[in-house]
């Protein structure tokens, strides 16, 4: 079955700069990439999401970029804020003709300092 | 924005004892899910259900685990004879379809003595 790595587990960096984390996928028939944020004591909430049939999708600050070949994708936050600070996710699922279940990555806590 | 519900938000329950997890999902959604996080880990999915069936589980979700939709809102998961590991938050999960993003519940978190 599918597996998913994410790295680095803990992530800390001033007001300001740029955040990137980054998870590897096993099964190359995953085609659906979320990344989920989760507040502590809170619900995992959807920040962006990449299919498999396009490389890079940004909103705002938050981006996400896909390699197909090497079974990787990757989140950049940018100019990040004190409010960015939380668990992140990574996810891959197979949508089509799959019951769409995510497997999650181990998650990467992001501490900004103001 | 319409949310996922679920209740309650802490269940506290004696080894052996039977626990039922209650989720109200968003009105459209037909594809239904759920998942547990053990405290410091990451999020594992249980089990998927679409059209009053179990469409999916994983190794987790063994005979001591059910889940239903009674009354066509209601999605509940049961939990027969509860095991100090079965400590979690349990997230309920519902798409409009499997191609779509999934919306969480807040969980509930439940607690085995």
């Known amino acids: 079955g599918e597996n998913v790595e994410q790295h680095p587990s803990t992530l800390s960096v001033q007001e300001g700069d740029s955040a990137v984390i980054k998870c590897t996928y096993s099964?190359?028939?995953?085609?659906?990439f979320p990344w989920y944020k989760q507040e502590l004591g809170k619900r995992p909430q959807l920040i962006i999401d990449?299919?498999?049939?396009?490389g890079e999708k940004k909103d705002q600050r938050i981006a996400v970029t896909l390699n197909k070949t090497a079974k990787h994708f990757s989140l950049h936050i940018t100019e990040t804020q004190p409010e960015d600070s939380a668990v992140y996710f990574c996810?891959?699922?197979?949508?089509?003709?799959?019951?769409?279940?995510?497997?999650f990555g181990q998650g990467t806590t992001l501490q900004v300092k103001p | 924005e319409p949310e996922v519900t679920q209740t309650p938000s802490h269940q506290v329950t004696q080894m052996g004892q039977e626990v039922i997890l209650r989720c109200v999902p968003i009105s459209n959604h037909l594809y239904f899910y759920w998942y547990r996080q053990i405290l410091g880990q990451k999020v594992e999915f249980l089990v998927s259900?679409?059209?009053?069936?179990?469409?999916?589980k994983s190794e987790i979700f063994d005979d001591q685990f059910s889940v239903e939709r009674p009354d066509g809102s209601n999605f509940t998961l049961k939990i027969r004879s509860t095991k100090l590991e079965d400590s979690a938050m349990y997230f309920c999960?519902?798409?409009?379809?499997?191609?779509?993003?999934?919306?969480f519940g807040d969980g509930t978190r439940l607690s085995i003595l």
């Open positions: 996810a891959a699922s197979q949508l089509i003709g799959n019951t769409g279940k995510l497997i």
């Open positions: 259900f679409y059209n009053n069936e179990i469409s999916e």
């Open positions: 990449i299919r498999s049939n396009v």
């Open positions: 999960a519902g798409a409009q379809n499997p191609n779509q993003p999934q919306h």
């Open positions: 099964d190359s028939a995953s085609n659906y």
